[in-house]
């Protein structure tokens, strides 16, 4: 029977040929075609960290900038819309819409469903009329079809009825061999191209090879022959001998010995594959595959192997629930190989401890904390296997908790326990009725007993608990299991205030209170409608009582509230805040980088100051500043540049309540010197200015920053005239005058001769 499929692929070459030289000739306008992508739920998977709609997204629309102006595409996607349906199939763009409209539908595309491939494939024939005409499908498949059509009698129906229809498959990252077995015969069916891509790289490629470049079918294909140790195990790098031959033993095509992955080209055909390791005559199954023309077919085959394994628990196959124990394995130790344990009913790969066997041997793991019958398993890591296996009986613990009977809400108290101790083991508070892994406060058992927990802001029927927690591999959240409870009675805590009605914003007030006082509650003040966690300024009910807080500083309906730690207001008394009526008095004009005198008529808090600035500062900026709390009338250096300012109050550092315009004019200063000087030698300088505190005379390059000094520079402070000491490199120089330290109000040029 393969001699007789081995002529018909032959012949079937033939008639191709044929075919196409009848055809060849002047060349054709190019035909329309329909681009059918995959929407189904499998476009999720990753390649190399990006989802393989993410790429398909991209490439497309790539391909759409490069086809030519007149080649007309249609797009159909499926299983886009809903789940489980073999009828989402929809027509997203008609052949010939715009470029642009084509790549946004394809963006909006968002897996969920089956992958009705073969449905897809007959629609986007109807729509290009292939009964009537020539008629092109490109379809872009990452699996299997999931409905209920054949994708080979699809292929085989389309071929007989079309006129010339062809449907071109590109597998996107397609690992199942039926997958591509399925997708390989709807293209040969159709006379047309398959094409294997795995990555953005080549699915752009295999697009452009089958939309933009359409050229007739080569009479060979490419193979590409992989083996692997075991099913879905790691890759085979070399010693592989090779042999691919015409099927029914026919011609050898392919024949290479200590090889690895090899890639060949063949004519189109029925091949048989062969692959064998030379180090240890391991085998894999023979491949029987169809090569059609331009077929790209990638051949994968898994040798056979047989390992043996051995687990022993020490010192006997039994260990308390939640603690560790030691197991002795013996096996092949291949990279990510483990030892677990495991449910009998756990799948090779399922696991609720584990360690990999290049950790060492024998291992630790931890017991399970649910008592009851487990395996321990030595498993192979790719693909999962389990090798070796032996039972393991989880016996049960006891432990105790002891506590007080009540407490009040977000109160400390002491609970004394018993029990097995074990790693990440945790006493806690919990509501009655609450999963097993529930908690409000806990403390680990390693701490010692007894330990202390905090009691819920919230009154009402607790219990205290033991909770054993083992690890997460245990279903239905088994991982967390309480050994131990005793009932609780959390009752409310209650707290009062008393502070004065109303005050001005920024004042410091006085506030007498009462309450829990546990550690972190506090007393602030907040907006009346803001949540119990906001706050303005605060203090720690640690402080005493009572205790004083300053205002807000922006006016309004507040409230002084007692907050416990976790953020629930205990109590809470209405002040409303009024704006502080502040008036300061300060000169109208100043010279630059001149002292004012700056007063103000109330008694003022911390952290309020007085400033000069520009109108268009923010609230919080300043230049030079005084606190006000050091007295008044405050002095304050204006800035050193002219122009329109004003003085201003700033209430506790953040909001401005009062500001007085001021006018700073300019000032000069005069220098007299010496036109020339040898380098490091005095330079006296006679000179005439405002003489402010911080204001100085340098000579430096003329190009040099307003605020450069360099090393020769002396503060007028010391008088006229002023001696400064010439720069030690020879070149032409300025003196200057610097207001402030900031800005240049004179200068004279100097010439620095080389010292002799």
Known sequence: MLFFRSIRASLKTILSLAFLTLLSGPAMAAEDAILVLDGSGSMWGQIEGKTKIEIAREVTGGLLDELPADRRLGLIAYGHNRKGDCADIEELAAIGTDRVAIKDAVTAIS???????????????????????????????????????????VGTAL?????????????????????????????????????????????????????????????TGKLFLQASELEGGPSIDSGLAWRVQQSGGGEVMYDVSEAGAS?????????????????????????????APSANVTVAIALKLDFEASVRAAPEPSAPSGSEFVVYWEGPNRKADFVTIARKDMSPGGTIAYK???????????????????????????????????????????????????????????????????DRDYITIAEVGAADRAYKSYAYTKTGTPVTLKAPLEPG????????????????????RVLASAPITIGAAAATLAAPDN?????????????????????????????????????????????TLKTPVEPGDYEIRYVQASNKALARIPITISAANIKINAPDTAQAGETISVDWNAATEDGDFVTVTPPDFAENRYTDYAYTRKGKPADIVVPVEPGTYE?????????????????????????????????KSPVEVDWSGPNRKGDWIAIVAPDAPEKAYGGSYGYTSRGTPLTIMAPQTAGTYEIRYVLGGKRVIGRTPITITAAE
């Open 111 to 153: 897996p969920k469903g089956k992958t009705p491939l073969s449905a897809s494939v007959k629609m986007a024939a109807e729509k290009l009329k292939y009964t009537e005409q020539k008629a092109t499908v490109i379809l872009v498949s990452d699996g299997i079809e999931t409905c209920d059509l054949d994708p080979c009698a």
């Open 159 to 219: 071929e007989e009825a079309g006129v010339d229809f062809t449907a071109h498959v590109i597998g996107f990252d397609v690992a199942e061999v039926e997958a591509q077995r399925q997708l390989q015969c709807l293209a040969e069916n159709t006379g047309g191209r398959y094409i294997s891509a795995s990555n953005a790289g080549e699915l752009s490629t295999a697009l452009t090879a089958t939309v933009v470049n359409v050229e007739p079918a080569a009479e």
């Open 263 to 291: 890639e060949t080209e063949v004519p189109a055909g029925v091949y048989d594959v062969f692959v064998e390791r030379t180090s240890d005559r391991l085998k894999g199954e023979r491949k029987l595959i169809e090569v």
């Open 356 to 422: 990999y066997v290049e950790n060492g041997n024998p291992l630790k793991l931890t017991a399970p904390t649910e008592p009851g019958t487990y395996e321990i398993r030595y498993v192979l890591g790719k693909p999962y296997r389990i090798l070796a296996r032996e039972d393991f009986t989880v016996t049960e613990v006891t432990a105790s908790v002891s506590g007080p009977s009540d407490a009040v809400a977000g109160s400390d108290f002491a609970v004394a326990w018993t029990g097995p101790d074990t």
């Open 461 to 480: 029927s607790y219990e205290v608990r033991y909770v054993q927690q083992g690890t997460s591999g245990q279903a239905n959240g088994s991982a967390f």
């Open 503 to 547: 005050a001005s914003t920024g004042q410091t007030i006085s506030i007498e209170w009462t309450g829990p006082d546990q550690s972190r509650d506090y007393i602030t003040i907040a907006l009346s409608d803001a949540p119990d966690r906001a706050y303005t300024n605060y203090a720690y009910t640690k402080q005493g009582s009572p205790l």
């Open 647 to 679: 003085v201003r109050f700033v209430l506790d550092g953040k909001k401005v309540v009062a500001r007085s315009p001021i006018t700073v004019t300019d000032v000069s200063a005069t220098l007299t010197a010496t036109q020339s000087a040898a380098a």
